[in-house]
């Protein structure tokens, strides 16, 4: 999968440009050539995470002393965030997610529909602003614009990234 | 004579006492008794306080640890709070921060909704899940002979370090510090990081 996501190592070159120095992230498939970029980078704190609201913690943390993150995720860890996320627009922390989106386009797993449906709104109610996107050729500039509305603006901004883009999870050929 | 698992300890005075020795450290409370005293023992720049957020205390301290790897971090939440996030304690692990230490004032109870039990009343030893997961340093603190020993660890030794204090339930005064999170986060990083602060 890993050569077939340039696009991830077009959000890498955004994410150098504009200083980001924490990326916190829980393993997602959708995000893996961007997590492996990520840990190869020696300047970089690539963080694992148990469960992604862990992330928001650590994103304002890093905004308190002075350094930028992003947190990577699937649609379904942001329902976890939902209280953490108070944190963000109570103290006006500059947030930047990218989300890679599941239970949307093409979505065989009935149980990821729910969460996937309501990840727009729910990161909507929260405050956070969000900016969708499916086609790949539009990513980088996106996740480009979102950083800067984050870090210049003061703002909590999401990339939702389609399943379009990433492609269909492969469930192989022999399901019922 | 009380055995070493009698629970004497007042929550003000140890948070104070801990507090005397933090020097330039950067201080991080978790919502609840912890932020009050904390309060109690003195509004202070380097201060931010979580007045919500529940289980994100550790979170932000292992975050800003990254960020300022030459000074101390100093978390200081309760027992229920760190249940919350108890997954951040393997988080804060496996980073391995040699400037973080974690302090749980353990009263064993929801101090904020009428005192009800928490798992460590039941025999959760938080101190040893951090020593579990890996942390450098964990201990469980039951007396002031403990609590003097500790201090220089939390201040000092090579972390991430974890210490729970046992500390009684005796109710005591809610003493409020600032709440408007965009003060407390702008006084911080005004602070810490003069005129970057506002870049």
């Keep these: 999968m890993t050569d077939t996501q340039p696009w991830a190592d077009e959000i890498f070159d955004v994410l150098?440009?504009?200083?980001?120095?924490?990326?916190?992230?829980?393993?997602?498939?959708?995000?893996?050539?961007?997590?492996?970029?990520?840990?190869?980078?020696?300047?970089?704190?690539?963080?694992?995470?148990?469960?992604?609201?862990?992330?928001?913690?650590i994103i304002a943390g890093a905004w308190l002393g002075g350094e930028r993150g992003v947190l990577?995720?699937?649609?379904?860890?942001?329902?976890?965030?939902?209280?953490?996320?108070?944190?963000i627009q109570e103290c006006r922390f500059p947030f930047l997610t990218l989300v890679t989106m599941r239970g949307q386009w093409g979505e065989f797993n009935p149980?990821?529909?729910?969460?996937?449906?309501?990840?727009?709104?729910?990161?909507?109610?929260?405050?956070?602003?969000?900016?969708?996107?499916?086609?790949?050729?539009?990513?980088?500039?996106?996740?480009?614009?979102?950083?800067?509305?984050?870090?210049?603006a003061y703002r909590?901004?999401?990339?939702?990234?389609?399943?379009?883009?990433?492609?269909?999870?492969?469930?192989?050929?022999?399901?019922? | 004579m009380t055995s070493r698992k009698d629970i004497t300890l007042d929550r003000r005075?140890?948070?104070?006492?801990?507090?005397?020795?933090?020097?330039?450290?950067?201080?991080?409370?978790?919502?609840?008794?912890?932020?009050?005293?904390?309060?109690?023992?003195?509004?202070?720049?380097?201060?931010?306080?979580?007045?919500?957020?529940?289980?994100g205390a550790a979170m932000v301290g292992l975050g800003l640890a990254l960020a300022q790897p030459q000074r101390r971090v100093l978390v200081i939440t309760g027992d229920g709070e760190q249940l919350m996030g108890l997954g951040g304690i393997a988080t804060v692990a496996v980073q391995r921060p040699s400037n973080l230490s974690l302090i749980v004032i353990d009263n064993e109870s929801y101090g904020e909704t009428g005192m009800q039990d928490t798992h460590t009343k039941h025999g959760v030893d938080l101190a040893g899940v951090a020593a579990a997961a890996g942390f450098a340093y964990s201990a469980t603190v039951y007396n002031d002979d403990e609590l003097e020993a500790v201090i220089p660890v939390i201040c000092q030794q090579t972390g991430p370090i974890f210490t729970a204090v046992k500390v009684t339930a005796t109710p005591v005064?809610?003493?409020?510090?600032?709440?408007?999170?965009?003060?407390?986060?702008?006084?911080?990083?005004?602070?810490?990081?003069?005129?970057?602060?506002?870049?």
């Design chain 2, 13 to 55: 005075a140890v948070v104070a006492r801990i507090l005397r020795d933090r020097g330039d450290a950067l201080l991080l409370t978790g919502l609840g008794s912890t932020t009050w005293d904390v309060a109690a023992a003195g509004d202070h720049v380097n201060n931010f306080y979580l007045w919500g957020a529940m289980g």
């Design chain 2, 173 to 199: 005064t809610t003493v409020l510090p600032p709440r408007d999170g965009t003060y407390l986060k702008n006084r911080f990083r005004q602070s810490l990081l003069g005129s970057k602060a506002t870049e």
């Design chain 1, 111 to 152: 149980w990821q529909v729910p969460m996937g449906q309501g990840t727009k709104r729910v990161l909507e109610s929260m405050g956070v602003i969000v900016r969708p996107v499916d086609t790949a050729d539009r990513l980088a500039e996106t996740v480009d614009a979102a950083a800067r509305l984050a870090f210049d």
């Design chain 1, 72 to 87: 990577l995720m699937q649609s379904s860890g942001v329902g976890n965030c939902i209280n953490m996320l108070s944190m």
């Design chain 1, 156 to 176: 909590a901004v999401a990339v939702l990234i389609s399943q379009r883009i990433i492609g269909f999870k492969n469930w192989g050929d022999d399901q019922p």
């Design chain 1, 16 to 57: 150098k440009q504009i200083n980001v120095r924490q990326v916190a992230y829980v393993p997602d498939a959708g995000h893996i050539r961007l997590i492996e970029r990520s840990k190869n980078d020696p300047t970089l704190n690539t963080i694992a995470l148990t469960t992604e609201e862990e992330g928001i913690g």
